[in-house]
Structures are given as structure tokens and as C-alpha cells.
């Protein structure tokens, strides 16, 4: 197993234990290890149920703390319900869903989740379901008919709850590679009625461009990996017609550094020879989906180097808060200003608004830290990294 020799302790135990989870291992845990950062490490890349399963084959589990042990248990408690949950609430869209004969594609951890050991271990945020942007409307009374609520309208995703419940309905699979081969994604599954399952590679594929998206625009953390070593555990991958998916969105370098990853961390997957030490940082230090990262401002400055300009703290938060219309007629939730210019000033304050609501948290930490004297840095160094792993 290797590791980059600068990683935390805390985060090597962490990784080497979801290897002997998913591998059913009996093994010795590091008892000199930082109990507290290894709870905190383990919850901010939603790992705490593993983390609990995988301690129940410790052959020196009884040296354990009993109060880590005690808090883990209660963490995995509420995962059971939640999943308990979060199934019932499938299954009631799910019939829904068929009884209007409206085609649908289940993704992502609805469907992943059943190739892990303990299915309840692997923590979903919210179920993912695709359809058809032709049914969105009909989909959207459906559900609220049935007591859903919707939360949030986000262009091609729009968010519903259901007794503390999340669902996020897609009308495109994944909206910055929207193109061949995920531009069409129900050609790529195979249904049963009007429920669809993806073929394996393909949904193997999305599942690394997706993780490409989250380095892009949120960051990416161990679970992403870790889902990818569950499907190459479990599933029959082509990799060879993964790699002609990822070709066609210009993502077969990053594909073979998470590969690399993959197999550094868990064993599964292939080594390229790629040197992924500054990686595997950046996927501990990020969390699950960026949300250990405090510095928000990192991915709204290395946006701006991206496109060739010269950071400045000041034109950054103008650029933000009043981005021109090139930029504004390719966010989905705007798209009424496509080929409409004049209604330039009604977007800028649609989008303020929209943000404050939706994105408050994210966005108010992204302008108060753009002032941060690491800001830049850390945005050059980020910028520096993607492109060696080939995110353009």
C-alpha cells in the first residue's frame, strides 16, 4: 500500500481501514492514533459508518475507547434510519414513477450502496434519479401531489424532501460534460418498464467524470475513491470503454490519476505510474465534497487564472456579483437570458438573490476570503495540480 509520506496518521488509519473493510479483513488497529481527529476525519468524508463496521473485525477492537466506540455506534444508528428513509422514499417515487409511465434511471449511491458489505455503512446525502426533460413539469405536480416538497429549482436538478428525505431529479446526467457520451444518457441503459439501470462501465465513467466536476467546482474527498474500488470489487468493468467514454469529454488523464489513487488507497484499480502524492492531499484535505475546505475563495480565484486574468481581490467580487452575459447565458437557472442581452440588469439581481438563497453559506465565505493573503497561493497551486492531472 503506499501513501504519500506528508499524509496525516490519522488519515492513513483511516484509508488503510476502509481497505480491510471492503476486503472483509480481520486486522490490528493503530492504537496510537489521534481517536478525536480520526472521528472528525472519518465524519467530514462521511466514513463514520464504515469506520463502525470495519472496527467490529479489529482484532484488538476491545482496546478500544469505549466512548469512540459508544459515538461511532450512535453514528451508524442514524444512518440506519436515514437509509431506512431514504429507501421508503425511493420506492415511493419509484411507483410514482411507473404508474405515470414516466422512464427513470436510479444512479450514483441509491445504487452503489448495495455492493458495499453493510449496505447501511455507505452515507447518502440524497438519491439521485434521471429523467427525461420532457417530464419534468409532469414529474414535478406528480411529486408534490404525493406530499414532496420542492425546495429548489436548479436548472437541470431540482431538489425535493419528503419526511427529512432528499431527492435530486436530473434532467442531464452531468451539466459541464454535456456532451457524447452523457449528453445521452438513457442510450446507455438498460430498462425493465420505465426503470433504468446504467450499463456498468458507463455508469463507471460518469461516476469519474463526476468526480472530475467535484475537483473542478467543489473539491472531492476518499468516499468518491472508495466508491470507484466498490465497483471494480463488485461490478464487471470494461475499462478499455471507460476509457473511450472519459476520451470523449478529454478526461482519460484524470482517469488514469483516480485510477492510480484507487489503487494506492484500496488495491483496486491500476497503477499508470502517475505520481498522485499531491492528490491524495488534496482528496483528505478537501472532505467529502469540499466541505472541510474553509477557504472557499480558492475556487473562485483559480477560476479567474484559469481564464488568464490578473487577481485582484476587488475585480474578483465584481466579476462575481456581476458576471457578463457570455457567462450568465450558461448558467442553467438563467437560462431566459440567452439571446435576450437587455435583461442583463434583471439577471445580475435573479442571481444575487438565487445565491443568498440557495448557496448562502458557500457564497459569502468565497467573497470574505478572497481577501485571505493565501488565497492566491493556494489558487495557483490548485490551478498547477489540474492541470497535471489533465482538468482543463
Known sequence: M????????????????????LNGDKFTFDTSVNYKKLFSYAKGHNLLGILHCALLNAQNKNDLPENFLKSLENKFFDLIYLSNTQLNMLEEVKALLKSSQC???????AVLRESYPVAESRAMGDIDILIKADNRDKVKKLLISAGFDCIKENGPVYNYTKNGALLEVHTKLISCYDTEPFCNAFDYAKFDGFEGKFDNSFHFAYLIAHTAHHFKFYGAGIKLILDFAVMLKSYDI????????????????????????????????TDYGNDTKDVEEYLCLCGAFGNENENKGVTVARRELEEGKKYSPFMTRLRLLFPPYRKLREIDYIKFIDGRPWLILYAWVYR?????????????????SLDDENTQALAQKELELFKEIGLK
Open 2 to 21: 503506499q501513501f504519500s509520506t506528508d499524509m496525516d496518521k490519522e488519515y492513513k488509519e483511516l484509508i488503510r481501514i476502509c481497505r480491510h473493510y
Open 103 to 109: 422512464p427513470f434511471i436510479t444512479f450514483k449511491g
Open 238 to 269: 470494461d475499462i478499455q470503454k471507460v476509457f473511450e467514454y472519459l476520451k470523449a469529454v478529454d478526461l482519460e488523464k484524470f482517469g488514469k490519476t483516480v485510477l492510480t489513487v484507487c489503487h494506492n488507497f484500496f488495491g483496486e484499480g
Open 352 to 368: 444575487i438573490i438565487y445565491n443568498l438563497k440557495n448557496r448562502k453559506e458557500f457564497t459569502l465565505k468565497a467573497v470574505n
